[in-house]
């Protein structure tokens, strides 16, 4: 099963511990031996699936929206990025070069045509930008690729 992930970052900290556990009970729905978990490995919900995923024994693709995608994250979250791409099974590019919200729609979208489903860290709001975990739902759903939308009841962004 070919599990995508999208979502909000820099959550605080009392929804990133809910939305952790959200997604720890998530991998355990599944085989880990037929587990693959699709991200752009951003801070965040992309990060904490795929490290879930590939702790419980699954793999990892990384999809890269842009050449210069890993310079725009936060300088903190370089190791993590950099582990994981380590640790992928495959990865995935758009081929474009400067990471501008196209290009994360881009990647986005690729990463939607390559799940069986995907999981949406999100607020059921519209997005704050185009490229937005809200587009990314509206593309899957648009597909037909199955979303699951994972969010603490009652928690804001």
């Keep these: 099963m070919r599990v995508g992930i999208t979502g909000h970052r820099g959550l605080s900290k009392a929804v990133e511990d809910e939305v952790r556990r959200m997604l720890a009970a998530k991998v355990e729905e599944f085989d880990p ?3 693959l978990g699709v991200s752009c490995i ?3 919900p992309d990060t904490w699936w ?3 995923v590939l702790q419980a024994g699954g793999q990892v693709e990384v999809v890269i929206p842009a050449e210069e995608y890993r310079d725009g994250l936060p300088s903190w ?3 993590t990025y950099d582990d994981l791409m380590r640790q992928a099974s495959d990865v995935h590019q758009t081929g474009l070069r400067e990471s501008t919200s196209e290009a994360h729609q881009a990647g986005s979208e690729i990463l939607v045509g390559l799940s069986d489903m995907v999981l949406a860290v999100w607020d059921g709001k519209p997005a704050r930008g185009y490229g937005g975990t809200a587009d990314v739902v509206e593309y899957a759903r648009r597909l037909g690729v199955p979303v699951s939308v994972l969010w603490p009841e009652g928690a804001e962004r």
Excluded: I, W, Y
Aim: aromatic residues 0%; proline residues 0%.
């Design 50 to 52: 795929a490290q879930m």
């Design 33 to 35: 031996s037929e587990l």
């Design 42 to 44: 951003a801070d965040g």
């Design 77 to 79: 979250h370089h190791d």
